[in-house]
């Protein structure tokens, strides 16, 4: 078992938790892993990200079911920054780009797409 590193902030952070399956095809996931890597993933894609107010964004996978955590400011509004990511340079393209991958509609935005999970358990008070 692995565990990995979480980033410190200055202010507390708000957390989204949210899911995404891939289409059962062992080469297919192969190159989806190779398209997220940082030497071919897009700068453009991260930039927008970080634009939008968006801290960390962190996708793990297992077998075909994706997990994203994105932490944000707390005053961050989902709904407001997804609507301007929709809009920014090559992400609506980039959305094509991975669509051949992922069990979503075809020209689907990154928000229609990625499903919100709803957090039943936590330890922390």
């Not at 938790?17 to 996931?29: A, F, G, H, S, Y």
């Amino acid at each position: 078992m692995k565990g990995y590193q979480v980033k410190q902030y200055n202010e507390p952070v708000k957390r989204y938790c949210q899911t995404l399956e891939l289409r059962d095809n062992p080469e297919l996931i192969a190159e989806y892993r190779r398209r997220h890597s940082r030497e071919k993933a897009w700068p453009e894609i991260r930039q927008g990200i970080r634009e939008v107010g968006i801290l960390e964004m962190e996708i793990y996978i297992l077998g075909t079911k994706l997990f994203m955590i994105v932490e944000t400011p707390l005053d961050f509004d989902w709904d407001e920054a997804m609507a301007k990511l929709a809009t920014l340079p090559r992400q609506q393209e980039w959305e094509d780009y991975m669509s051949v991958f992922q069990k979503a509609a075809p020209g689907a935005s990154s928000a229609e797409k990625w499903q919100p999970m709803e957090r039943m358990f936590y330890l922390y008070e």
